[in-house]
């Protein structure tokens, strides 16, 4: 099955740029969504489609996606981006199978 | 807006069958533009998906837990239901149903979650 990677924790200083990265095989080739997740509540997309931002997110939210590594952005970083953040993708080689990373920590210092 | 809710037991003995069904209003689920799926998040860890359904009832699973799960729709409800078998503490989680445009889409829409907790 396929797998996504991410890093359990990232920290940044308040203002500071944060990248999250979501590392899979041959990840370029699929396209990658990112989710928000704060304590308490249901995760919320925050970038789909390796870089387009639904309704209602910020800029200084962006993604990108090449070779092995997807990766989320996060510019001019607020205390409140501080939350859980998941990648996921589909794995059509797997029966149609979606597939989520395991999750990376984003703590704002 | 389509809004999506949770219903259903939140105490399981294990061995026995976790039922929980989805109420979707706001938008009909034989519109056959959405995979109508179900997800959990054990506490404390991230995100699984469990499977998803077609209003035609085409079913996908995940893999790992496809001996054990049915998803199963009532359109004339516009409800779907989950129904995991011989469940240990294991699948302890907050489940999610959630709606999936078709094709490689995000997930779009979620319920609010329920917890259900696997215990004698």
């Known amino acids: 099955s396929y797998v996504l990677t991410q890093p359990p924790s990232v920290s940044v200083a308040p203002g500071q740029t944060a990248r999250i990265t979501c590392g899979g095989n041959?990840?370029?080739?699929?396209?990658v969504h990112w989710y928000q997740q704060k304590p308490g509540q249901a995760p919320v997309l925050v970038v789909y489609d390796d870089s387009d931002r639904p309704s209602g997110i910020p800029e200084r939210f962006s993604g990108s996606n090449s070779g092995n590594t997807a990766t989320l952005t996060i510019s001019r970083v607020e205390a409140g981006d501080e939350a859980d953040y998941y990648c996921q993708v589909w794995d059509s080689s797997s029966d149609h199978l979606v597939v989520f990373g395991g999750g990376t920590k984003l703590t704002v210092l | 807006q389509v809004q999506l809710q949770e219903s259903g037991p939140g105490l399981v003995k294990p061995s026995q069958t976790l039922s929980l069904t989805c109420t979707v209003s706001?938008?009909?689920?034989?519109?056959?533009?959405?995979?109508w799926s179900w997800i959990r998040q054990p506490p404390g860890k991230g995100l699984e998906w469990i499977g998803y359904?077609?209003?035609?009832?085409?079913?996908y699973y995940n893999p790992s837990l496809k001996s054990r799960v049915t998803i199963s729709v009532d359109t004339s409800k516009n409800q779907f239901s989950l129904k995991l078998s011989s469940v240990t503490a294991a699948d302890t989680a907050v489940y999610y149903c959630a709606r999936v445009l078709v094709g490689a889409n995000p997930v779009t829409g979620w319920g609010q979650g329920t917890l259900v907790t696997v215990s004698s």
């Open positions: 706001g938008g009909s689920i034989s519109s056959g533009d959405y995979y």
């Open positions: 359904i077609y209003y035609s009832g085409s079913t």
């Open positions: 041959n990840i370029g080739s699929k396209s």
